[in-house]
């Protein structure tokens, strides 16, 4: 069975532009979370969703915001990107919401000039 | 609030060596416990979990035991292979579990030796 996937691999851009990360999730799976991982460090939680709705929210800028399809992918979005905002960002899906297990995609890693 | 704390690194080993990377935790409840590893360039792929107190999670030889009376769970592996090397990441669940919140700490990382 296909892990989780997410598009794109890389992506480079500019300070103040506005982003879109998707995430598929493991078939049969109905919850993704998102992180942000900046190098040399762990993963920090943005958000989760469970059957298209928000159940969780880190500790992140309004300019963060994410939703669910009925399929059950994800899109983060980022608006007015900052340089800081430069990292890998991680989607990761489970059976259902809350603790259950999480299986992690490869990432998107994100580079703000 | 919630945190995990890991030993810090690089651990640098010769192969067949033993290891062990210490992880505490400070939470309120009984959160449930994870190791992840990450290969370079990769996501992050579980590894073992623990549920509850006295629960041992194990996988591919790896060993971590849910010690909640010195909130603790050390990862271990008796003998090191040159492919462990990695970064691995000690993870608990975030109080109100019902969020999903995953919090991690700052990641291990390992250097085998051939």
């Known amino acids: 069975d296909a892990g989780v996937t997410q598009s794109p691999t890389h992506l480079i851009k500019t300070r103040g532009q506005h982003v879109t990360l998707r995430c598929s999730p493991i078939?049969?799976?109905?919850?993704v979370s998102w992180y942000q991982q900046v190098l040399g460090q762990g993963p920090q939680f943005i958000f989760q969703?469970?059957?298209?709705?928000?159940?969780g929210r880190g500790n992140f800028p309004d300019r963060f915001s994410a939703r669910q399809f009925p399929n059950y992918s994800s899109e983060l979005n980022v608006n007015a990107l900052l340089l800081g905002d430069s990292a890998l960002y991680l989607c990761a899906s489970s059976l259902e919401g809350g603790a259950q297990t999480q299986y992690f995609g490869p990432g998107t890693r994100l580079l703000v000039l | 609030g919630d945190s995990v704390t890991q030993m810090e690194g690089p651990v640098t080993l010769s192969e067949e060596a033993c290891l062990t990377i210490n992880c505490t935790y400070t939470a309120t409840g009984y959160p449930s416990l994870f190791w992840y590893v990450q290969y370079p360039g990769e996501g992050l792929q579980l590894l073992l979990k623990a549920t509850k107190a006295d629960d041992k999670g194990s996988n591919k030889g790896f060993e971590a035991t849910y010690r909640k009376e010195t909130t603790s769970f050390h990862l271990e592996k008796g003998s090191v292979q040159v492919s462990d090397s990695a970064v691995y990441f000690c993870a608990l669940s975030g109080i109100p579990s019902n969020t999903g919140k995953l919090i991690f700490g700052q990641g291990t990382t390992l250097q085998v030796k051939p």
């Open positions: 078939s049969g799976h109905k919850s």
């Open positions: 969703y469970y059957e298209k709705e928000e159940r």
